[in-house]
């Protein structure tokens, strides 16, 4: 203090600021939560795990072993490979693995679906007993049809019935060399659309000619196209008679490589059209690509595993003239 005056000493606030922490957002939440929502379901399958019966458990493994499209129709299922590479098993060589055909090395099915497997082929045939009846009826109910009664064939078969329209010495079903379908098959064609159009199940064409080839050989126009073209023309023919066009699953032309009498290749009846009103299983299996094999590539099958007769493809017709079929 000097001369009396006080001196005022300046008062400093020191201010210190502090850095806070960056903000991290709520995705911690959401991977929180589904932590938790995993576990929850976790242990949720480990209490129905423990609370279900063997049996019931033993039920759940064999669905998945054999599902029941397997069991029903065949093929191969998820529990039957024994390795994670395909085919496997004790010969490496195989492409797929282990399939169901019936036989003593292959899975059993359970009891309940090989009986549902069986109820269900035993009412398919019962349905296709029952169409094969309507037409007989139809046809014995029309003078006209009687007449060709011998030349319709109806059979009931794994997939289903198969009509079959073959050909007779004194009477065809089309012109020679053609697919123009004469008037008593076109009546016999109508009527049996109109049958077919009243039950659920669709339907297959496949035209079969006989061997005598044209003139014009292998190729040009041959019995190829002509099976196909009569095929197709017959298509037509049940559809003018009231068939639904969805009925229709597929038309084919199979020349003569699927002769009705493999020793005489030549004969009227090897000229056919084929219809397969095909049951269920049999429609499950074309349109899945399960094996989807009609019957009549079975028959091709089965006549292809066995040596065939000499002269199945017959004699060439004279050069320069056309054969009559």
Known sequence: MTGGVKKIQPIVIKKIKKGGHPHHGGAWKIAYADFVTAMMAFFLLMWLVGSTTKGDLKGIADHFSSPLKVALLGGSGAGEATSVIPGGGEDITRSEGQVRRGGGDTLRLPASLEKLAEEIRLA????????????????????????????????????????????????????????????????LLAELGRVLN????????????????????????????LSADRANAS?????????????????????????KVPD????????????????????????????????????LEELL??????????APAAAGTESRR
């Open 198 to 225: 009243e039950v659920e199940w669709r339907v297959t064409l496949a035209g079969h000619t006989d061997s005598a080839p044209f003139s014009s050989g292998e190729r040009g126009y041959s019995n190829w196209e």
């Open 264 to 299: 005489n290749p030549l004969a009227p009846v090897n000229r056919r059209i084929s219809i397969v009103v095909m049951n269920r299983l049999a429609e499950l299996r074309l349109l899945s690509g399960d094996d989807g094999r009609s019957i009549e590539a079975r028959e």
């Open 235 to 259: 298509r037509r023919e049940l559809i003018a008679g009231g068939m639904e066009e969805r009925k229709i699953l597929r038309v084919v032309g199979l020349a003569s490589v699927v002769p």
């Open 124 to 187: 398919a045939d019962a349905q296709a007993r029952l169409i094969r009846a309507r037409i007989e009826q139809a046809i014995d109910r029309n003078p006209r049809l009687r007449e060709m009664r011998s030349q319709v064939r109806l059979d009931v078969t794994p997939d289903g019935l198969r009509i079959e329209i073959v050909d007779e010495q004194a009477r065809s079903m089309f012109d020679s060399g053609s697919a123009v379908v004469k008037p008593y098959m076109r009546e």
């Open 305 to 314: 595993q066995r040596s065939a007769p000499a002269g199945v493809t017959g």
